[in-house]
């Protein structure tokens, strides 16, 4: 039976080291190649602009009054309508925080 061939240790580390240095250089490889565009922005219907604008402008009145560190909340109940504008609304205002 013949005899296994006998690696050193330096050889092993030596070839750890490269497979080490592969697998990082293929991760980072991935990473980049796979990293998350933007989302293309949705348009907003002309009812969901003027919604808003109408929160734009309470929000800067209450600013000016003095009220701009409270919490402004609203609340719109609308029956039968298609647009709630719900994404809309935090779209808008999560960009300007």
């Known amino acids: 039976m013949p005899k296994p061939i006998r690696m050193r240790r330096r050889t092993w580390g030596a070839a750890w080291a490269v497979l080490c240095a592969a697998g990082l250089a293929a991760t980072l490889e991935l990473n980049a190649s796979s990293a998350p565009e933007e989302p293309p922005e949705k348009p907003v219907t002309a009812e969901c602009a003027r919604i808003i604008a109408d929160v734009e402008r309470q929000l800067a009145t209450a600013r000016a009054d003095g009220e701009g560190d409270d ?27």
């Open 71 to 97: 919490v402004l909340a609203f609340s719109r109940v609308r029956t039968g309508t298609e647009d709630d504008c719900g994404d809309a609304l935090r779209d808008h205002f999560r960009s300007h925080q």
